[in-house]
């Protein structure tokens, strides 16, 4: 169990993690953009252009850390697109059959990247997180099988079209299997609590005490 909480608590959480190469991969990520301000002396960010500003109407590619920062409910510098891989066209196919999709080609922080993309205030991310939380159900039981009939073997041909946190779950499936295995020979002393339901126990008693 302690391997399922710690898969849990590093891609479960869409608090951005200044120590997690994982999420700082996942910001790395571009976004289309369009300026909606002109932008002094950055016009060099601009390849097909030779002016010395940015104008408005412009179309760039941004990375997330920074179209963020540019597309706020304070300030809109430029507005954002969806990237393609989350518009409907790709979550239909999703829909359809999630199984045989390779999302570690479509991006391999997909559900990383997915999450940050509800930063945004855009029509379409009710229906991004939708189809995020469906397609890793859906895509969930095969993973977790496939750790557990694929012991002590080579798993290349498995993982290769899962995405980064669905390579993690299964790596916790297999190191669960293993962990069970090691105490049913006698190998292990003990099973410990998964710190999951060890943080659980602590928030849950934290708010009894608050209400007391």
Not at 7 to 19: Q, V
Not at 67 to 72: G, I, K, R
Not at 77 to 105: F, W
Not at 136 to 152: G, P
Request: proline share 3%.
């Amino acid at each position: 169990m302690s391997s399922y909480g710690n898969a849990y608590t590093r891609y479960g959480n869409n608090a951005d993690n200044y120590f997690n190469i994982d999420d700082i991969l996942a910001t790395q990520e571009k976004i289309p953009c369009k300026v909606e301000q002109s932008i002094l002396r950055l016009g060099f960010l601009d390849s097909s252009s030779d002016t010395r500003d940015i104008q408005p109407g412009t179309k760039l590619d941004l990375p997330f850390w920074l179209a963020s920062s540019l597309c706020t409910r304070r300030r809109r510098i430029v507005s954002v697109d969806m990237p393609k891989c989350y518009k409907d066209g790709s979550r239909e196919i999703l829909k359809a059959d999630a199984n045989v999709v390779d999302l570690h080609k479509t991006g391999p922080y997909y559900y990383a990247f997915g999450t940050k993309l509800l930063h945004f205030d855009n029509p379409e991310v009710r229906d991004i997180a939708e189809s995020l939380l469906q397609t890793f159900i859906s895509r969930f039981r095969k993973i977790m099988d496939s750790a557990q009939n694929a012991y002590n073997e080579d798993t290349t041909h498995l993982t290769s079209k899962l995405d980064e946190s669905e390579r993690s779950v299964f790596k916790a499936g297999q190191q669960g299997l293993n962990d069970f295995q090691r105490w049913q020979k006698g190998q292990t002393m003990k099973i410990t609590t998964s710190e999951m339901v060890a943080n659980y126990r602590k928030r849950k008693r934290a708010a009894m005490e608050d209400d007391g």
